[in-house]
């Protein structure tokens, strides 16, 4: 069984820095692309980046230049280092990793982690 375990968030003030973690364990075929999402209060959940396995990366225009996506392949583990933050990057942050199974690949949600920037 596939498990996601996050770590990093917390409170902050603007302009501060943060560093997510997600590492996931159970994972038997392997990990395509991974993500992170994130989801404010009475707001749909919004993606913010995600990298491939060769570590091609894409962010949302929101946080382009101020957050950074990375991830340890030997680990199964992936990092949003966040930079400048603002209040309005305030949300529950999850990251998704998509395992390849050879009948075609599936997805895995972490349980979230809590991002607060104060101003």
């Known amino acids: 069984q596939v498990q996601l375990v996050e770590s990093g968030g917390g409170l902050v003030q603007a302009g501060g820095s943060l560093r997510l973690s997600c590492a996931a364990s159970?994972?038997?075929?392997?990990?395509?692309?991974m993500a992170w999402y994130r989801q404010a209060p009475g707001k749909q959940r919004e993606w913010v980046a995600d990298i491939t396995r060769g570590g091609s990366t894409d962010y949302a225009d929101s946080v382009k230049a101020r957050f950074t996506i990375s991830r340890d392949n030997a680990k199964n583990t992936v990092y949003l280092q966040m930079n400048s933050l603002k209040p309005e990057d305030t949300a529950v942050y999850l990251c998704k990793v998509v395992e390849r199974w050879p009948t075609g690949d599936r997805n895995y949600w972490g349980q979230g982690t809590q991002v607060t920037v104060s101003s």
């Open positions: 159970g994972i038997i075929f392997g990990v395509n692309g």
